[in-house]
């Protein structure tokens, strides 16, 4: 491994830890700025398959970053988003973006916190720094069109998760 791809992780890695904790607060950044269309960044999902944001087209879709080793993750992914997506079924698709995690750990969140909704790794980071990502959790919400509308850093209720669903995927 080249010595620059190294740093550039590292540097990512120490900027995950530093934010994990952080709390909520919607973005606007030169980094996947709203209203533009999702990045073009293939990665691969848990079920061993490659695909995009772009795949999502035609559906409203949120994203969210997570790890194991962020507790802020852990929490929001069990009360926030597994009630969230049964309440809102098909309406909207889930993404769930593992990031720098080793991958059983990953696979033993997923199985406590009872996700069902599509899984993928976004392994080098280079995904949630195209959308700008400043913390985590990390969730990005895109229109059925694939525009980015809004970001947000930090952990979510399932209420505030729902309430922003619906008023920026279902109105």
């Known amino acids: 491994m080249k010595r620059s791809t190294r740093l550039a992780g590292l540097a990512l890695a120490v900027t995950l830890l530093a934010a994990a ?47 194991s080793w962020c507790p802020s993750c852990v929490a929001e992914l069990s009360a926030a988003f597994v009630p969230a997506q049964e309440a809102l079924g098909d309406s909207v698709a889930f993404l769930g973006l593992n990031i720098q995690d080793e991958r059983d750990k990953a696979l033993e969140l997923v199985a406590e916190t009872g996700v069902l909704f599509d899984l993928a790794e976004d392994r080098s980071g280079e995904l949630y720094t195209e959308l700008g990502g400043l913390g985590m959790p990390f969730t990005v919400f895109v229109s059925a069109d694939g525009e980015i509308l809004e970001r947000h850093n930090g952990p979510l209720t399932e209420s505030q998760l729902v309430d922003r669903i619906s008023e920026l995927l279902l109105s």
């Open 21 to 67: 904790c952080s709390g909520g607060a919607s973005t606007a950044g030169s980094e996947g700025r709203e209203g533009d269309p999702v990045p073009s960044v293939a990665f691969p999902t848990f079920a061993g398959e490659t695909t995009t944001l772009e795949a999502y087209e035609g559906r409203p879709l949120v994203v969210n970053f997570w790890a």
